[in-house]
């Protein structure tokens, strides 16, 4: 519960000892409050604007994305389609082709853009399926949704930014956790307190701020958890947690046609065309029929290489579960001589439906299946907590529960902003008073620093919070009187 209030309404009229640990959490709660509140708003903000990508950008892009009406005539070959998109902008590789669900779609090409890195997006090329004509094409790195998801990964501040969200994110589950404990420990005081004070606007908005956090801390911490694996440092962890404890992925050693340390999630880093999180560590096999020494890049066929559509009709009997309601097929791609296509299915809802496939671009053979089944526990609950996350897996319900939990954390950090604005004292920052209990603040210290280990940069933060408290604050009387 993010609270930036400046002092409790009732005090709990415990043992001293209660007391001091009341006071330690709340001056913990109050400060990762008053700080982390600003970006907690800002992810709230666009994450729930975020949700709603799918629909808003199949409104906007309509006149690209969907034809007047069906053709009559059989598609063009993807060949041809590839080619149509990629004189639109000759020098750009061309990275995947998502071919159209139904009759009455248009094929979207994407080209290399010329922005890298996690959030990366190209231009987006939408092909005529029937006649081969370009209906138009899109810079995806300049759309709204992309600027919104940018804010919303890393504040539009390259890996610094994705600390600092990684950072306000891990605080915010330390909210929760002190706000919970402020909640129980002085429940009892402050209903004795409620039936003898007459309903002021200062209590309406401090009960509708704890009613807020009880109601829906639990939704914010899923919400949290759910979206750290994307994070630099705590999904980088988890990683090499699952790289030693072999929960998401099979070793290289399952695939004998890989000579390159080159991984899956290495091929796109393009939002829309790219293989799934668990399947990012998969390492990629190499063609395999002896046409290493042609030239080529990325999107550029080698001679003997298989069509794009022999590729995709080699990979369909082993693709399990994608109907095409559901599902998108997106094909990246072989990446030079030894590349491979990649074939990946992106259901809109389940997880469990999603594969990626590699084929050798010259036999048009699929060298490696990958799936549900492979995946191990952990990539299992990321993949689900991802879809329900992104308000995908169980459709509006799932939407409105994400939205829901957007709408809490903005509301926690506006009444608890708000109850601080009016209450600190002139001049001061109105932070609780230190617990003079050695005892109770070591106590409460070493259950921070549990939390410190668990999440990484939030105890980076804690001790450098704790020396500035020692080494500056302390020793400097002017800071000390207005920051407590």
């Known amino acids: 519960m993010t609270s930036v209030e400046t002092r409790p309404e009732v005090v709990p009229a415990a043992t001293p ?25 800002v992810l709230a903000t666009t994450g729930a604007i975020y949700l709603f990508k799918e629909p808003f950008e199949e409104w906007r892009y309509q006149d690209v994305r969907t034809l007047a009406e069906p053709p009559a005539a059989a598609p063009r070959p993807l060949a041809e389609q590839i080619a149509a998109a990629r004189r639109v902008r000759p020098d750009a590789p061309v990275m995947s082709v998502i071919p159209p669900t139904s009759p009455g779609r248009s094929t979207r090409v994407i080209l290399q853009g010329a922005d890298s890195g996690p959030w990366a997006q190209g231009i987006s090329v939408y092909v005529h399926p029937a006649t081969a004509a370009v209906l138009g094409r899109i810079d995806d790195s300049a ?22 969200v990684e950072i306000a994110a891990c605080w915010a589950l330390i909210l929760v956790a002190t706000g919970t404990y402020l909640w129980w420990s002085g429940r009892a005081a402050r209903n004795q307190a409620r039936r003898k004070a007459r309903r002021s606007p200062r209590i309406r908005l401090r009960r509708l701020h704890v009613l807020t956090g009880v109601g829906g801390g639990a939704v914010v911490v899923f919400l949290v958890l759910s979206g750290l694996p994307w994070s630099g440092v705590w999904g980088d962890g988890l990683q090499r947690i699952q790289d030693r404890t072999g929960s998401t992925y099979p070793s290289a050693d399952d695939f004998p046609h890989t000579s390159t340390p080159l991984l899956s999630g290495d091929l796109s880093a393009n939002p829309d065309s790219k293989v799934p999180w668990a399947a990012e560590r998969l390492p990629v096999p190499a ?25 995709l009709a080699a990979a369909r009997p082993a693709i399990t579960a994608c109907p095409p309601a559901e599902c998108d097929v997106k094909v990246l791609l072989p990446d030079g001589p030894q590349g491979v296509y990649t074939i990946v299915t992106d259901p809109r809802r389940d997880p469990s439906a999603a594969q990626t496939l590699h084929v050798d671009q010259y036999s048009g053979r699929v060298l490696v299946s990958y799936g549900w089944a492979e995946y191990g526990v952990m990539a299992k609950v990321v993949e689900q907590g991802i879809a329900l996350h992104e308000g995908r897996r169980y459709g509006p319900a799932n939407l409105v529960i994400m939205l829901g939990a957007c709408l809490t954390l903005i509301t926690l950090v506006v009444t608890g902003a708000w109850m601080w604005w009016k209450r600190r004292p002139k001049g001061r920052a109105g932070a609780p008073a230190r617990a003079t209990s050695r005892r109770t603040a070591y106590g409460v210290m070493g259950i921070m620093a549990v939390l410190g280990l668990l999440f990484p940069l939030a105890g980076v933060t804690m001790v450098v919070v704790l020396l500035l408290d020692w080494l500056v604050l302390r020793r400097v009387p002017a800071l000390a009187r207005v920051l407590g």
């Open 17 to 41: 000892t209660s007391s001091q640990r009341y006071r330690a959490v709340w001056r913990w709660h109050f400060y990762a409050g008053l700080f982390v509140a600003p970006v907690l708003l």
């Open 287 to 311: 063609s395999q029929d002896g046409h290493a020494g042609h030239g080529g890049g990325h999107g550029v066929l080698q001679p003997g290489a298989v069509p794009v559509e022999n590729a």
């Open 143 to 164: 759309t709204f949704m992309r600027v919104v998801r940018t804010i919303h990964g890393e504040l539009m501040s390259g890996t610094v930014g994705d600390r600092v």
